[in-house]
């Protein structure tokens, strides 16, 4: 196993902190450290690289493990007791880092870590919030083409103006950070919620490449259970729009009743209306199953929510000891230390 060490530091803080979650990306993390630490060493100021290890079952672990060792001075690496999703563990690289401009990344390289400066260059301009939008992507047809239908969509019900809401390069102030990092939401959507915070959020364009390796962790269902969080978590709009149309489906079924009650008294029973009201019944039927299903998601997350979990649980925090300039090996076998970490 490998072996882990549990400090808190006290030096100076960095301006920057890169936040990185990581799941399954053994096979992509030394191209991403090949690119990212020069990167940032070009930009001639003080950092910090957060990885966020949200329960891999790969040989994650051990490789960010080993880029510790080789770059303490820079590097700390947060490991969840298990998976808890990419927003959780961007939440707990905030929590953990001590930056001025914080900057999140995916581990794929999708978007290259020589954007970073771009980013840290506009907050320097007075921004608190600097989004991205990808010039030309590089995923699949179905994938650009939902992701850009959901974020017109999610724009109308939630007021969020997001333009490409599937990127994470994405800059924040340290005063949107804590901000953030004083909520207890147990579902959120990090971006969303810092467009909320912020008092002078922009936007710039930035290169987009193909994975670099591995695949991606957002199926279908994973991109709509995304979406659901979001416009739940951001706005009452759907539970309004359903009530409005509730109300209007009484009105026509009303009306409906009232014409076959009169046809039936004075032209008499027909059978050739038993397929057309089965069809009514049928749209009904669904309707009602659509706000059930809707009324389940706002329960669910209350339920969610009053039982007062913690949102994830850390089980160890790699990073450099003050009085220790680089960190030895320590033997193997160190009892793990769980550590649950709730905000109020």
């Keep these: 196993m490998t072996d882990m060490t549990d400090v808190t530091i006290t030096q100076g803080k960095p301006e920057i902190s890169v936040v990185i979650p990581i799941y399954n990306e053994q096979a992509g993390l030394a191209a991403l450290f090949a690119r990212l630490y020069p990167a940032l060493d070009k930009l001639g100021t003080s950092y910090e690289i957060v990885f966020v290890n949200d329960g891999s079952r790969d040989n994650s672990v051990s ?25 959780m563990a961007i939440l707990a690289g905030f929590e953990a880092a001590r930056g001025e401009i914080m900057v999140t990344l995916d581990a794929d390289l999708q978007n290259p870590p020589e954007e970073i400066g771009n980013l840290v260059a506009k907050m320097r301009e007075g ?17 650009t083409y939902a992701s850009k239908a959901m974020n017109r969509l999610r724009e109308r019900i939630t007021n ?58 957002y199926s279908l269902y994973s991109l709509i259970r995304l979406n659901f969080d979001l416009v ?33 008294l004075f032209l008499g029973a027909e059978a050739e209306g038993v397929f057309t009201l089965f069809a009514i019944t049928f749209f009904f039927m669904g309707v009602i199953l659509f706000g059930i299903g809707l009324l389940g998601e706002y329960t669910g997350r209350i ?28 033997p193997a076998g160190v009892e793990k230390r769980t550590v649950g970490r709730r905000h109020e």
């Design 232 to 264: 739940t978590g951001f706005s009452l709009v759907p539970l309004q729009f359903y009530s409005m149309m509730g109300m209007l489906l009484s009105l026509v079924s009303g009306i409906l009743v009232l014409v076959l009650l009169v046809r039936r």
């Design 303 to 330: 339920f969610q929510q009053v039982r007062a979990r913690p949102r994830y649980v850390v089980q160890t925090i790699l990073q450099q000891r003050e009085d220790a300039p680089a960190p030895a090996p320590a």
């Design 127 to 143: 921004y608190d919030y600097v989004g991205s939008i990808r010039r030309k992507r590089q995923d699949t047809a179905w994938r």
């Design 160 to 217: 969020i103006k997001i333009t490409d809401q599937g990127n994470m390069l994405r800059a924040y102030g340290r005063n949107i950070v804590d901000l953030m990092n004083q909520c207890a939401e147990v579902n959120t959507f990090v971006p969303a919620l810092a467009y909320r915070f912020a008092r002078n959020p922009t936007e710039i364009v930035v290169e987009h490449e193909e994975r670099a390796a591995g695949e991606s962790k």
């Design 63 to 87: 490789i960010l493990a080993e880029q510790f060792r080789a770059r303490p001075d820079v590097t700390r690496v947060v490991l969840f007791n298990g998976n808890y999703g990419q927003h």
